[in-house]
């Protein structure tokens, strides 16, 4: 989408990086000539990743932690800005699961909380005091998702992190702004991903049920998202800050507009409606 290489010379930290959402990412930002560092649990997943970038011609460093050991992953944003450092940084790590509020145990909230929302604060906290005092312009772009602003039954640990993740992007993004520091979302509805179909979709009617209620009629592909997030990062966007931008084929205006579901009356039905308004 972008033109030409407009990431040339310059490094994006993605923590998931090694696989689905995060990993597509990464190869779009190499694709446009950026270097790459990625930060997941599973080494093999990271250096298959690796290779996949590096076969784009970008460099690409990896880091085999999980985002939840808070001080390691300060030690890594040290030793990445010991040398060059990085323009910008996705948080896209999750954890997610559905189940019934009730049946969970406080262990399960803030095994979820921990990754999404602390360890996301934990690395975009690190690496902006780094901008900040070496006096550098960064970009943060979060992956929330369309419950964030909401809140969504059955995903409870997962809404309250992305919720609180949403409102820490927005005001870091107004009181980093002044520093040349940008910070902006992406809430993607539903998207395909290995990580988010295991553990979030019980059966295939489920997944019937979530294209069917689409009014694209169809899931999201990764690129889309991974394409967005490419221009959200790049200074093509450079006045855009502090916005959450929604990629969700309209799903969620679907679910507000009171009369949206007015669809499912047939032809036949519109014709009697018509009629009995003619009579009038
Ligand atoms: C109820 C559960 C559970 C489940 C775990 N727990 N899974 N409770 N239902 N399905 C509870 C456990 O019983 C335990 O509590 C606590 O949570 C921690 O479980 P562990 O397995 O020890 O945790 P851990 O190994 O740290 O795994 C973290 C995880 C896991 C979040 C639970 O699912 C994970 O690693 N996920 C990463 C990948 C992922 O989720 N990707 C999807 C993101 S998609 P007790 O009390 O027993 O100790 C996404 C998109 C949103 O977020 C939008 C979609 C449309």
Known sequence: ???????????????GGGSGLGLEISKTLASYGAGIYIIGRDKEKLS??????????????????????????????????????????????????ISRTEDLSMNAFLSVINIVLNGSIN??????????????????????????????????PSAAAKGGLNAFTKSIAVEWGPKGIRANGIAPGPFKTEGAWKNLIPDQSFEDYLV????????????????????????????????????????????SGQFNDLSILSDEQWENLKSRREKK
């Open 212 to 255: 069917n209620k689409n009014p694209m009629k169809r899931l999201g592909n990764v690129e889309e998202i991974a394409e967005l997030a490419a221009f959200l990062l790049s200074d093509y966007s450079s006045f855009i800050n502090g916005e959450v931008i929604r990629i969700d084929g309209g799903e969620f205006l679907k679910g």
């Open 48 to 97: 298959r990743a690796k290779s996949q970038i590096e076969d784009l011609g970008s460099e690409c460093g990896y880091f085999s932690v999980d985002i939840r050991e808070y001080e390691t992953v300060r030690g890594i944003i040290d030793n990445v800005f010991s040398s060059y450092g990085i323009d910008g940084l996705v948080n896209n790590a999750a954890g997610n699961f």
């Open 123 to 156: 690395i975009t906290l690190e690496t902006g005091k780094k901008w900040i005092e070496k006096k550098r312009k960064g970009s943060v772009l979060s992956i929330l998702t369309t419950y964030a602003e909401t809140g969504s039954g059955f995903v409870v």
């Open 1 to 15: 989408m972008l033109e030409g290489r407009p990431f040339k010379g310059k490094f994006y930290l993605i923590t």
